[in-house]
């Protein structure tokens, strides 16, 4: 099989069409899947295009999600709606409101008026009620893990700006808490730490691939100095985030396995 493999979209739908168009994707007549590696809103202005995208490619079964930390948030926005979540910064900062607006055509300004129907319209939409559960949080072949942040392990913090990462060896058959963590970890660190399955490559998403080029490689900074936002492939692992809104691409693999 050949998977067309991209991660943390964010809404950039002209920019996912682009990657997706120079792999030959539309064209591709063999078998294949798009697999995304979680994170396909909040922070783009084409939402509304990009969820008619998937659902299609879903009614096609011609896509492969997984769950990223921001589809996370957005079922926490949701479950915490009458609560006044859509009020709180995080949600407002991370995009995740926005999305909230695009999906159901509505202003932020109507939240102030309107909140109980603008939820209900969230509720409904394909995103919650197609997207996000199709979505697991890993996808396996035969030489490749996909997931979103990285798979599950234990942290431990010895510092303010430094970790250190212990494989669980049952990862597969974590618990949701533990995928919900894994959703946030930043999967080069971890790699580099010795967080890897043997035999296997980890593709993920999540952190912007210039920590990696900048950190192990000496390839410029992580935003500024000339950053590299390239995919990064290290020792069992390929790291996609393209950080879209800074370098306005989205990175796109291709895999045969």
């Known amino acids: 099989m050949r998977y067309y493999v991209t991660a943390d979209v964010h809404g950039y739908f002209s920019e996912l069409k682009t990657a997706l168009k120079e792999?030959?994707?539309f064209e591709d007549k063999e078998p294949n899947k798009l697999i995304v590696c979680g994170d396909l809103f909040d922070r783009g202005e084409e939402a509304l295009q990009l969820q008619e995208f998937?659902?299609?490619l879903l009614l096609k079964d011609k896509v492969i999600l997984i769950k990223g930390n921001h589809e996370d948030l957005a079922l926490d926005l949701l479950h915490?709606?009458?609560k006044g979540s859509y009020l709180q910064y995080s949600h407002n900062t991370n995009g995740t409101v926005d999305t909230v607006c695009q999906?159901?055509?509505s202003a932020v300004s109507d939240l102030h008026f309107?909140?109980?129907k603008i939820g209900k319209d969230f509720l409904q939409s394909p995103y919650i009620q197609k997207v996000i559960p199709a979505m697991v949080d890993y996808y396996e072949t035969e030489h490749y893990i996909f997931t979103h942040g990285w798979i599950p392990c234990s942290t431990i913090n010895i510092s303010s700006y430094e970790k250190e990462y212990a494989l669980i060896e049952n990862w597969r058959d974590?618990?949701?808490?533990a995928?919900?963590?894994?959703?946030w970890i930043n999967g080069m660190e971890a790699s580099h730490k010795g967080v890897i399955e043997k035999g296997k490559i980890i593709v993920c998403g999540h952190w912007h691939c210039s920590f990696g080029h900048s950190h192990y490689e000496g390839d410029g900074g992580e935003f500024d100095n000339n950053p590299n936002f390239t995919p990064y492939y290290g020792e069992g692992i390929i790291a996609l985030d393209a950080c879209t809104p800074v370098s306005k691409?989205?990175?796109?693999?291709?895999?045969e396995d």
């Open 23 to 25: 792999k030959g994707f």
């Open 54 to 56: 998937i659902t299609d």
């Open 80 to 82: 915490n709606w009458y």
């Open 103 to 105: 999906l159901t055509g």
């Open 114 to 116: 309107d909140a109980e």
């Open 174 to 177: 974590a618990n949701v808490d």
């Open 179 to 183: 995928w919900d963590k894994a959703r």
């Open 249 to 255: 691409k989205v990175n796109c693999i291709i895999i």
